[in-house]
């Protein structure tokens, strides 16, 4: 249903898409949203566009599709952040000019993120000491909200994992790298994304 869209605008009308679902990784956008969203960019957009386009992102698995009362629900997948980062390409997607996107500074907090936690073994929470430890480094602008985005996304890969809970009100997340995890630590695989040498 998308005829009315021309091939090259349906690859950069995907690639403002998975912005947005990037943008708001731990919450799926709504179609209705999204459209909303891109509108003004994209006059002729219509909802049947929106859900077609996410459609094809969500076969080539750089989108997850809740099917709700009120439409969809849309969330980025950790494939749909490489392909956003330029770490991997595919078509159908406006590709991104990597100069742009600083996917090696990325990929080193992902590093470091990785190291850190094979450092420990087991699981840890300490937000401040992961932080410093990475302003110690060089990163001396990095935000807590930038790390745990990194973690989500190596979550997303299964690099590591996460235990959630609360305590007094507060959320608390525990991170452990896994076995995946540590095979990239040890560099015996190469991981887009992640890797220095990836491709």
Known sequence: MTDSLTASKKQV???????????LYLH????????????ARFPA?????????CGYMERKE?????KRKTGLAIQITAKGVDVLDGAVKVRGIESPSVRYTRLENKKEIRRGILAYCYSFQDYYNEDSEILAEFRNSGFSNLLMEEIRFHIWYLHQKS?????TFSIGGDPVCMVRVTAAGMD???????????SENDG
């Open 13 to 23: 009308v995907r690639r403002h898409i998975l912005q947005q679902a990037c943008d």
């Open 28 to 39: 799926p956008l709504s179609d209705t949203v999204i459209l909303t969203n891109l509108q």
């Open 45 to 53: 957009l219509r909802a049947v566009h929106i859900r077609d386009l």
């Open 62 to 66: 750089l989108v997850s599709i809740r």
């Open 159 to 163: 690099l590591v994992s996460l235990k």
């Open 184 to 194: 990239v630590v040890e560099k015996s695989v190469a991981e887009p994304g992640v």
